[in-house]
């Protein structure tokens, strides 16, 4: 059965891997596009809590098919992992981190 969600899905999945072949990684800025798709919104979207769907099964499937393209495509540093290096590292971490937001590796 046809399911637009699952083609939308598939479409955005085909987009991040021409991303990542030409950058080598999914830590897309949020403003990144491929293949005419917000590859790099849709990266911000999907890391969140809940951002792969609520069904288990399907969520532990895109993981999977986003860990084939990139196995860092949830880096360490997204959400509150940031905040954490932040309270540890002080102001050398600060500066590191100034530029950071979600989906975005770099200032």
């Given at each position: 059965?046809?399911?637009p969600?699952e083609?939308?899905?598939?479409?955005?999945?085909a987009?991040?891997?021409?991303?990542?072949?030409?950058?080598?990684?999914l830590?897309?800025p949020v403003?990144a596009?491929?293949?005419?798709?917000?590859?790099g919104?849709w990266?911000?979207n999907?890391?969140?809590?809940?951002?792969l769907?609520?069904?288990?099964?399907?969520?532990?499937?895109?993981?999977e098919?986003l860990?084939v393209?990139?196995?860092?495509?949830?880096?360490?540093?997204?959400g509150?992992?940031r905040?954490?290096?932040?309270r540890?590292?002080?102001?050398?971490?600060g500066?590191?981190?100034?530029g950071?937001r979600a989906?975005?590796?770099?200032?």
């Amino acid at each position: 059965m046809w399911d637009p969600a699952e083609q939308a899905w598939e479409e955005t999945l085909a987009a991040a891997r021409a991303y990542y072949a030409e950058h080598g990684t999914l830590a897309a800025p949020v403003t990144a596009a491929a293949l005419d798709k917000p590859v790099g919104q849709w990266l911000a979207n999907v890391r969140k809590d809940g951002g792969l769907g609520m069904d288990p099964e399907r969520a532990r499937r895109r993981a999977e098919q986003l860990a084939v393209i990139d196995p860092d495509w949830r880096p360490a540093w997204h959400g509150v992992h940031r905040a954490a290096a932040w309270r540890a590292g002080g102001a050398e971490a600060g500066a590191q981190l100034a530029g950071f937001r979600a989906g975005l590796l770099g200032p």
